[in-house]
């Protein structure tokens, strides 16, 4: 059942102890409301040097490991994934008033993950993640096409297209939590998440 604003009310909503039982309920509830990609994130990584840059992704896994999502690791993304194993999401569901942001370390999702999800993309995406030099410089969409058309007809006889090894999930593993919920006369609410060191988390308000 979807809450209304008053169970929202700071003085009637008590945070869970763990941040992905919320995140959870939200999620679900912007799956119900939103119109497009309800698992829309920004993902923004930086440079060794501390340059930082940001694009929107798609969550592709969840569980208290951290969220996957999956990507070419030649690409600008993947490099500084790679170089700098630090990074932040940010969710924000414009029918929901929700926001939820998070930082984490960066970990590479195993093989046997990666093949797992591949496997249940559709063929012409996973023709196109042969294709796609992401990231490099191409000189018109045709070009883009004809390496799309030669990996159709590389794979026409295969029932089982490999995953290129170029093509790699990534974890974010959070070190910190923080919802936003929309408030009166801009008087929002934030509320902080962080380890407490035992394996469990501490919680806080934050002004708006």
């Known amino acids: 059942m979807t ?27 912007a799956q119900t409301s939103e119109p497009n990609d309800p698992n829309a994130m920004c993902l923004a990584t930086a440079t060794p040097d501390g340059k930082p ?14 969220f996957v999502f999956y990507t070419n690791d030649t690409s600008n993304k993947g490099q500084q994934l790679k170089s700098n194993a630090q990074a ?7 029918t929901l008033l929700k926001q939820v942001r998070i930082e984490g370390i960066v970990e590479q999702v195993s093989d046997a993950e990666a093949d797992a999800y591949y496997n249940t993309r559709h063929r012409g995406s996973r023709v196109g993640a042969w294709a796609s030099k992401q990231s490099q410089e191409l000189e018109s ?18 029932e089982t297209i490999p995953r290129p090894p170029h093509w790699n999930g990534f974890r974010i593993k959070p070190t910190y939590f923080e919802f936003w919920v929309d ?4 008087l929002h609410q934030r509320y902080l998440y962080e380890p407490d ?3 469990g988390w501490t919680t806080k308000m934050l002004y708006p």
């Open 141 to 158: 969409y045709d070009e883009l096409k004809k390496f799309v058309e030669g990996y159709e007809e590389e794979f026409k006889d295969k």
């Open 53 to 66: 840059s940001a694009r929107m992704v798609l969550l592709k896994g969840l569980d208290e490991r951290g």
């Open 183 to 186: 408030g009166e006369y801009r």
């Open 3 to 29: 809450k209304s604003r008053d169970d929202e009310k700071p003085e009637n909503f008590t945070p869970p102890e763990n941040p992905y039982d919320l995140f959870i309920d939200w999620q679900a509830l």
């Open 197 to 199: 060191g035992n394996g």
């Open 88 to 94: 932040a999401l940010c969710f924000h569901w414009k």
